[in-house]
């Protein structure tokens, strides 16, 4: 049988997400550590507390179908963001309802232009849509090379991603040279805000929902209650921006794509806002150590505002990962760019300061 690929040429050379990868392991085993993932992996930091018990309640209702349109859970992040309902869409992911904003917008011919190395999921994505990814280098400093980007805008561009903080490098894109940035562009052409790792930046200049909604009107914004909530098992992220956009984005996504249980999730995490707070307390002590013990150990690291951190490497970014593998633990190398490494446990970041052949600062003993 000779099937046709209409118009989805660009599906055949992007690869499958992480394909080569081994299924995520449920746990670190003893002495081994994950460090490559950007789940929280800080124990004890499953779903919030209070929000594991409506979880083990959806287990009864697991025979009937969710609300198609998760209405509940929309109104909520709605009231969340002060937008109004019809803002916003909710997904199977943030990376789900990318794709919904992607197929909606774009198809053969289009392009979309976003920073390289970033998050894995663009290029297939993109991919999926029809359209072409036009990949523009970060700065060395990690950060968005916004002029470029700008620069690389022309009649078939459709979409530009932005993503801060940035995966991989955790560093934030300043507000003022987004607004900036937004002003100049083509009145069609829609700019997206990937702020997976939002709730992690402490920051004091946040590009940050729901501010930057209310100034510009080319603009989307995507978040997730897969990081900082915990909930990635789950499968729930949403968008919001400019209603005429996402009436549309919210027709393309998959009928009955967010389960009953990850929207009553989601709903309790959105009222949990102090057990939030205390985690990335947590979190934000750790990546400030796991900095300051990797630049005692004599490696560049960026200053991060995400739950990871970044070691531009380069050339080396493959061979330092395989040398942390055959210690023992697993981290993201990107290479010829640079290594990623999640925050963990205080016993992973020990020991993956003690296999850099340092020993330890004294922050850690
Ligand atoms: C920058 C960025 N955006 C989006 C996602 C997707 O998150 P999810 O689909 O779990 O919401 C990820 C996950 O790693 C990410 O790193």
């Not at 080569?20 to 670190?28: D, K, L, Q, V, W």
């Not at 002029?147 to 009649?155: H, K, N, T």
Request: proline share 8%.
């Amino acid at each position: 049988m000779k099937v046709r690929f209409a118009g989805r040429d660009p599906l055949r050379d992007v690869t499958a997400y992480r394909s080569t990868e081994p299924a995520n392991t449920a746990a670190n085993e003893p002495g081994r550590f994950d460090l490559s993932s950007n789940e929280l992996v800080l124990p004890p930091l499953p779903p919030l507390p209070t929000v594991l018990s409506v979880i083990e309640d959806g287990l009864s209702r697991l025979a009937r179908y969710p609300d198609p349109t998760a209405r509940t859970i929309t109104e909520e992040i709605a009231k969340h963001l002060h937008v109004s309902p019809d803002a916003v869409a909710v997904g199977p992911g943030s990376a789900g309802v990318l794709q919904q904003i992607l197929l909606a917008l774009c198809g053969v011919g289009d392009e979309v232009i976003y920073a390289w190395p970033g998050f894995d999921a663009y290029p297939l994505l993109v991919a999926i849509s029809g359209a072409t990814s036009v990949h523009v280098p970060l700065t060395s400093t990690g950060d968005h090379d916004l002029d470029e980007i700008r620069a690389r805008v022309g009649p078939r561009t459709r979409v530009i991603l932005l993503c801060s903080p940035h995966n991989p490098t955790g560093v934030v894109i300043d507000r003022h040279r987004l607004d900036s940035f937004l002003r100049s562009l083509p009145g069609d052409v829609l700019t997206v805000l990937d702020e997976a790792y939002v709730e992690f930046d402490r920051g004091e200049n946040p590009p940050g929902t729901p501010d930057v909604l209310s100034r510009h009107r080319n603009i989307v914004v995507l978040r997730t209650f897969s990081k900082a909530y915990g909930l990635a098992g789950l499968r729930i992220g949403y968008a919001a921006g400019p209603e005429r956009i996402m009436v549309t984005v919210r027709k393309a996504g998959l009928p009955f794509g967010v389960t009953h249980i990850a929207e009553q999730a989601a709903i309790l995490s959105l009222h949990s806002e102090g057990e939030l707070r205390g985690r990335l307390d947590t979190v934000t002590v750790s990546r400030d150590e796991l900095t300051a013990g990797l630049r005692w150990s004599g490696l560049p690291v960026l200053p991060s505002r995400a739950n990871f951190v970044w070691l531009p490497l380069a050339a080396a970014a493959d061979s330092f990962a395989q040398d942390l593998a055959e210690a023992g633990i697993r981290v993201r190398p990107y290479p010829g760019y640079g290594v990623r490494i999640s925050v963990g446990a205080p016993e992973a970041q020990e020991s993956l300061l003690r296999s850099l052949g340092r020993g330890v600062p004294t922050i850690w003993v």
